[in-house]
């Protein structure tokens, strides 16, 4: 007759807890060392890759193009784009230098920073640039102000200064004119900061002519950094460090700064969010 199925489990049950029992030692070594090997596989073979490129095929054209770009200019490949705003151009193009030096020193985090306006070859040649009529009309505003930079390039003491109020009280017809609005400007700067206001002589109005426009006070920086692709935030650590260093950059007569962060991999971290 055969035996009862019930029988039969309860029966190598309580052989197999009875082996057990009598090999605990092995038993617990096995144990440990099958935890062991699979901890070991885990961690060798399960990683987040959070690039969304590589959640499409290598073979598709649009990924062969891209290839094909990124190798012929790689500079540019998974750049960021960092937008800085402030009171006033001269306050931006300071605080611009500022953050693209801060940058460039940490090489470990950022690999490129790129700064346009900040270029050599734009400061010497950026007058190259300008149309007829705006080169035109900033010559004729330099020669309006002509002796107050002659006398600051001097002395750019307080007694240089005086000798500006001295040249303007000297002065007459267009030259008193010129010398008129440079003063005027510079006097409603020391009244906002005897009034305890931050505030700082923007010189580039001064010299242009006119109200600097939000384009003006607008500074664009490209930098390339280190991707953490292995972190759900794989540009929050460059973000933290952008932020941080252009908080730094401001100074307090600049007003107040702006830091904006864009590119693809800063989108990324947006839609992974």
């Keep these: 007759m055969a035996e009862d199925p019930q029988k039969f489990g309860q029966r190598l049950l309580a052989g197999w807890v009875g082996a057990v029992a009598r090999h605990a030692i092995l038993v617990m070594m096995l ?3 099958g935890v062991g090997g699979a901890l070991y596989f885990t961690v060798q073979n399960l990683r987040i ?9 290598e073979e598709l054209p649009f990924r062969q193009r891209n290839r094909e770009r990124n190798a012929a200019f790689p500079r540019i490949q998974n750049e960021l784009l960092v937008v800085l705003s ?4 001269d306050a ?6 500022r953050l693209v030096a801060a940058l460039r020193a940490k090489p470990g985090q950022f690999e490129h920073v790129f700064y346009p306006q900040g270029e050599a070859f734009f400061r010497q040649n950026g007058l190259l640039y300008l149309d007829i009529a705006s080169l035109e009309d900033l010559s004729d505003r330099l020669a309006d102000v002509q002796p107050l930079l002659l006398t600051l390039y ?3 003491s307080l ?4 000798d500006v109020l001295k040249l303007a009280l000297e002065a007459k017809g267009d030259e008193a004119a010129g010398l008129k609005t440079a003063l005027e400007a510079m006097a409603e700067t020391v009244e906002r900061v005897g009034a305890g206001q931050p505030a700082s002589l923007a010189w580039r109005e001064l010299m242009s002519g006119r109200v600097a426009t939000p384009a003006d ?39 107040e700064i702006r830091i904006r962060v864009t590119g693809g991999k800063a989108l990324l971290q947006d839609e992974l969010r």
């Design 31 to 33: 144990c440990v060392a």
């Design 49 to 57: 890759n959070t690039n969304t490129d590589d959640l499409l095929s």
């Design 86 to 89: 402030v009171g006033t151009a």
């Design 92 to 97: 931006a193009d300071r605080a611009a230098e």
């Design 154 to 156: 001097d002395d750019l």
């Design 159 to 162: 007694r240089g200064l005086a």
């Design 217 to 255: 006070r607008r500074k664009l920086i490209t930098v390339k950094p280190r991707y953490e692709f292995g972190s759900l935030e794989p540009a929050a650590e460059a973000i933290r460090a952008i932020r941080s260093a252009g908080r730094a950059a401001a100074s307090p007569g600049d007003g």
